[in-house]
């Protein structure tokens, strides 16, 4: 039974440039949600992922957006990016019950 | 506003030894506490889940508590191995929506 999957699993990235990460569920669940860890710091919510809708948004700017599809997979962009946006992005699935929250591996991203 | 906090925020111990880790919440309504496991670079794997309910949870060498009262968790790791060197976060699941709320961890090294 496959986790969460998250490619890639490390990028380099130009400042300006835009970069989109990817996300296959734990089989089974149908809510994604997408956190950013900076080095040394908990992860910080960026938006959650239902029946194919943003459901939840932290405190992110629009520069950060996403999709999910049919499948229940989920993409995350992120435009015109900035130094400040190099850290580890997480991806979680669920299926609504409590106990149900598993996260992938991550994708390290450096923007230089 | 919902806050985890947790500590230490890192921690030095000899191989061997016991150690306790601390996570003070504010969340409410309150669903259920997690603590994660997270290596460096990695993505974060459960180690306990508690709900409102429950006092204590073991999971090998980890056993976790909680009073729900003063919104207090313990991670307590017993005989600790040169493994256990990651970052402990203490996660809460509010019990609206499907919101979690992260500490900022502790990092723990072990050292022979």
């Known amino acids: 039974d496959a986790g969460v999957t998250q490619s890639p699993t490390h990028l380099i990235k130009t400042r300006g440039q835009q970069v989109t990460l990817r996300c296959s569920p734990k089989s089974g669940h149908d809510t994604v949600s997408w956190y950013q860890q900076a080095l040394g710091q908990g992860p910080q919510f960026i938006f959650q992922y239902y029946e194919e809708e943003e459901r939840q948004r932290g405190n992110f700017p629009d520069r950060f957006s996403g999709h999910q599809f049919p499948n229940y997979s989920s993409e995350l962009n992120v435009n015109a990016l900035l130094l400040g946006d190099s850290a580890l992005y997480l991806c979680?699935?669920?299926?609504?019950?409590?106990?149900?929250?598993?996260f992938g591996s991550g994708t390290r991203l450096t923007v230089v | 506003k919902n806050q985890v906090e947790q500590s230490p925020q890192s921690l030095i111990i000899l191989e061997g030894k016991n150690c306790t880790l601390q996570c003070n919440y504010t969340v409410s309504p309150f669903s259920n506490l997690r603590w994660y496991k997270q290596d460096t670079g990695r993505g974060p794997v459960s180690l306990t889940i508690m709900t409102f309910s429950e006092n204590t949870k073991s999971n090998g060498r980890y056993t976790a508590t909680l009073d729900a009262d003063t919104k207090q968790s313990s991670l307590h790791i017993t005989a600790s191995q040169l493994s256990d060197s990651a970052s402990y976060i203490c996660v809460v699941r509010g019990r609206t929506g499907n919101q979690f709320y992260f500490g900022t961890g502790t990092s723990l090294t072990v050292i022979p």
């Open positions: 979680a699935s669920s299926f609504g019950q409590p106990y149900g929250y598993t």
